[in-house]
């Protein structure tokens, strides 16, 4: 669109090339508006495709694996009653499973990441306290001990830190978030600030 494209002045003739009206305007910002989110929701579902492609080729892998070790000689694999269809749905719920246990681990590896910069951060407040004669003069930060945001949150299972809801939630699953109490903070007005 050209910088120079008024939206408020009246063409200068029925030909007038300077205005473009506001209501095409909106119409045009809607469109782009709308390619973004079609783009956004494409890249989604190539994410989604994607991982249902690497599910199917670690479930033909299983099978592969299945049907050699049955063509080995005095393989026994378990009989069963189920049909080929069964085993199949039993055998993909259970690569499914693993799959959902390997992403809670990765996510638990994340939060124990995290717990320890915690950690850190608590021992080296208690340093810094004991340094100080008077603990009371201490003016606790009122961010997030993560990323830094305003925090919202404070935790008394990891030391009273202080966090922003986004960031208590992806450091605390759920067994942590009965285990860990936690209030809503509000930062002291300081004087003369």
């Known amino acids: 669109m050209p910088a120079a494209v008024s939206r408020s002045s009246p063409p200068s003739s029925l030909g007038g ?64 009653d189920l049909s080929d269809e069964d085993n199949e749905d039993k055998l993909s719920d259970k690569v499914i499973q693993q799959f959902l246990n390997e992403a809670r681990l990765e996510a638990d590896s994340a939060a124990l990441r995290s717990n320890g910069n915690a950690q850190r951060r608590a021992e080296r407040k208690l340093i810094n306290s004991s340094d100080q004669d008077d603990t009371d003069n201490f003016e606790e930060l009122p961010w997030c001990a993560i990323c830094n945001n305003d925090a919202s949150l404070r935790c ?38």
Do not use: W
């Open 17 to 80: 090339s300077d205005y473009v009206d506001p209501e095409v305007l909106d119409v045009l910002q809607y469109i782009m508006n709308a390619e973004k989110e079609a783009c956004q929701e494409a890249e989604d579902a190539m994410k989604l495709y994607e991982k249902d492609r690497q599910l199917k080729v670690k479930l033909d892998e299983i099978r592969a694996n299945r049907d050699t070790v049955k063509q080995l000689p005095g393989s026994k694999l378990p009989s069963s």
């Open 156 to 193: 008394y299972g990891c030391e009273g830190d202080l966090y922003c809801r986004r960031c208590f939630r992806e450091c605390h699953d759920t067994r942590e978030l009965k285990e860990h109490p936690s209030t809503i903070y509000e930062p002291k007005a300081t004087n003369g600030h």
